[in-house]
């Protein structure tokens, strides 16, 4: 065959140096086209069709990677599995004389985006933050930046749920000193757990949301806080030690740690006067619902900010093993409407967020329809789709018309999803 003969295509690819293995896209990809093992995500290049949906929510841009290959000798689903880093591009003679490149076009969405046949919960998410939020800082640190990691010093780590509950979950401050180390709320960092895995390579960071205001965990410091559960067992629940989750929830005052990042453009909170924030979350996706009511506490406190509901719905398996259960207890009634949701009380039915989110109904309607509500769900993948179909449900019976509806909190940055 001539070489001119040769078919090419661009071939979508994830960059394992700065992937920090979110799931953000496995999860955003509507055709199933990415997948990982313990190691790497990957691409499919037999299933992925260009539709770009992965691309925007990606916290570091690994995922906008490409590589000019024949279609022949596209990188296999293996081959990327294996990979430390990405391949260098070809040569210009192994593309063939100008041969033209084949990129398939993305399937044309249903006409109606609410029917329930082609529902799929990560298509309302937005991928933009919402119009009045603060500038966010990303990837300052990584092993594509200047500086590959910044050494954080351990503030604080005391537990926030109950002793002698399966849920061992902690709050770790971490002290940048001079470092600058910028970070909003709703924004994540990478931790660098030391040692090597079973083949020998390095560790690969893992991701923890902030938990902690812009302005430090201790006002006035270049501090951060996160909320981390101890991982003891898998999701079968077969024993396992979660390397860095365990390395954290170890750490003494006065440690160190490498951190990098942060990563995160979307998930921000608004900053103008009067908008509402309704926050779903369970476990320890409680920490960036913290970080915002924690900010907005500061800026009552000092009669900064005028106006704006806060609402919080919370789920746990019980009220033992809900992070920050005591200190919530504190809030004023007037500053913000929390809601529980338990689903494994002695005695009582099973209770989850969406549950909770349709008792309040009424109340969820009214933001819906208001332009200056935002929504941010947090937690385990799992509660997703409930979430979301709950607000379609509460929409459609209000009578506010979804298929608008949605796509207005996609492109307004109203509805922020962030689950794994």
């Given amino acids: 065959m001539d070489a001119s003969d040769v078919i090419v295509i661009k071939q979508h690819l994830i960059d394992p140096e700065i992937c920090i293995r979110c799931n953000t896209c496995e999860a955003t990809c509507p055709v199933g086209a990415i997948t990982h093992d ?15 949906a992965c691309v925007p929510p990606c916290p570091t841009g690994s995922i906008d990677n490409w590589r000019t290959v024949p279609k022949a000798l596209a990188y296999s689903v293996e081959a990327q599995l294996g990979w430390d880093e990405l391949p260098a591009e070809l040569p210009a003679e192994q593309l063939g004389s100008g041969a033209p490149v084949e990129e398939p076009l993305a399937p044309q969405l249903p006409a109606r985006a609410d029917l329930d046949a082609a529902f799929n919960s990560a298509a309302y998410g937005a991928t933009q ?18 500086e590959r990691y910044v050494t954080a010093t351990v503030a604080g780590n005391v537990r926030v749920t109950e002793v002698g509950t399966d849920y061992d979950t902690h709050h770790i401050v971490l002290d940048f000193g001079a470092m600058p180390f910028p970070v909003l709320e709703g924004q994540s960092i990478g931790i660098l757990p030391p040692g090597a895995d079973d083949k020998g390579r390095a560790h690969h960071a893992r991701q923890y949301s902030i ?6 965990e201790r006002k006035g410091y270049n501090n951060l806080s996160l909320t981390i559960k101890r991982v003891l067992q898998d999701h079968d629940g077969r024993p396992v030690r979660g390397v860095a989750s365990n390395y ?13 990042g942060p990563f995160g453009s979307s998930f921000l909170m608004p900053n103008h006067p009067g908008s509402h924030i309704v926050m779903i979350c369970t476990g320890t996706g409680s920490a960036p619902m913290r970080a915002m009511t924690e900010w907005r506490r500061r800026l009552r406190a000092s009669g900064k900010f005028e106006g704006g509901k806060l609402m919080l719905f919370f789920g746990a398996r019980t009220q033992q093993e809900l992070p920050y259960f ?16 338990f689903s494994r009380t002695p005695g009582q039915p099973r209770k989850y967020v ?15 329809a208001d332009p200056n509500a935002h929504f941010y769900v947090c937690g385990l993948k799992a509660m997703e789709e409930g979430v979301v ?13 979804w298929g608008q509806l949605g796509a207005a909190l996609k492109r307004e940055g109203r509805l922020q999803l962030e689950t794994y």
């Fill in 211 to 216: 938990a902690s205001p812009r302005n430090g």
């Fill in 38 to 52: 313990s190691r790497n995500y990957v691409v499919d290049a037999q299933k992925c069709n260009f539709c770009m």
């Fill in 248 to 260: 954290m929830c170890d750490l003494k005052v006065g440690d160190t740690v490498q951190v990098i």
């Fill in 129 to 146: 933050p919402p119009w009045s939020a603060a500038h966010a800082y990303t990837n300052l640190y990584g092993p594509k930046a200047a």
């Fill in 389 to 401: 179909l709950a607000l379609r449900e509460v929409a459609r019976q209000a009578g506010l018309d």
């Fill in 354 to 368: 969406q549950d909770a989110m349709r008792e309040r109904s009424a109340d969820l309607a009214a933001l819906l």
């Fill in 326 to 341: 005591g200190p919530l207890q504190n809030l004023p009634r007037d500053f913000i409407d929390i809601n529980f949701a």
